[in-house]
């Protein structure tokens, strides 16, 4: 019998769905506490597949993986002051760098209708964020400076979704639409924990973990296949508004 090889055997999307599966599954039966474990168990995964694909190397989208990991171990403690901030910030930390690895791969800004209406959508969404939602934030976290954090961390979500627009619609093939994917996916998964631990919403914990699963997924499939070939310029600026 041959040796067992983590990558050979057990591809990507056999181990994505198998993770939200088993995470769903313990979400269900289990208490938040085992949840969170397997949480992080699943992130491990998810970097053993990098590890085992040979990419793993010392660009920014390596360290935001290992960020990831570092903030699902703050989560163990979550209602702890020091952990909940540590998690706020290892956030912040994981946009911002998934924010300049693809605004360095953006040529010259053309911004179509289509971009301009994602972005009004966006900056409107923020602004009801930091308005209508900062009296059940505030009562939810432990001092101001959780709050500033919050408030960054949707600024720099703001910018993060905007830029993983203009990168799809700047190049063609499936690279860039696998970082878009992955940029949509940890908004709805922030967008599930806002509802799961700050409305208190329980099924929102299921939407939040599988948005996350599948949101690291698709950031480990862009480590893992990255080609730098395989970003060619589209042809949607016909008619774009250009800013040189």
């Known amino acids: 019998m041959g040796n067992f090889t983590f990558g050979k055997k057990l591809g990507l999307p056999q181990l994505a769905l198998l993770l939200i599966a088993v995470n769903l599954l313990v979400i269900y039966y289990f208490e938040i506490e ?16 990098v590890f085992a694909k040979k990419r793993f190397g010392k660009s920014f989208l ?3 993986l290992i ?13 702890e002051t020091l952990f909940k901030t540590i998690s706020l910030f290892c956030t912040i930390l994981v946009y911002t760098l998934l ?12 911004f179509s209708k289509t ?25 939810s976290l432990d001092n101001e400076f959780q709050l500033m954090l919050f408030f960054t ?9 905007l830029f993983a627009f203009l990168y ?39 939407a939040e973990r599988s ?17 730098n070939a395989a970003d060619q310029l589209s042809e949607i600026n016909r008619g774009a508004i250009s800013i040189n």
Not at 120 to 138: A, K, Q, R
Not at 153 to 161: E, R, T
Not at 183 to 199: E, H, K, N, T
């Open 99 to 110: 924010c300049l690895v693809i605004f360095k791969k953006l040529p010259t800004i053309r």
């Open 211 to 227: 948005f996350y699963l599948i949101a690291t997924v698709f950031l480990v499939d862009y480590i893992a296949h990255y080609r």
């Open 62 to 64: 390596s360290i935001a």
């Open 153 to 161: 961390q949707s600024a720099v979500m703001l910018f993060m979704a």
């Open 168 to 206: 799809n619609e700047s190049f063609e093939g499936n690279q860039s639409l696998h970082m878009l994917l992955c940029v949509i996916a940890f908004i709805f998964s922030d967008l599930g924990g806002l509802a799961a631990y700050f409305f208190e919403y329980t099924p929102a914990f299921y």
């Open 115 to 139: 971009i301009v209406l994602v972005g009004l959508g966006i900056v409107i969404l923020n602004i009801f964020n930091v308005y209508y939602l900062s009296d059940i934030i505030i009562s």
């Open 67 to 79: 960020i990831l990991v570092v903030r699902d171990v703050a989560i163990l403690f979550y209602e």
């Open 34 to 49: 085992v949840s969170r474990i397997v949480r992080l168990g699943s992130c491990l995964a998810l970097l053993s597949f």
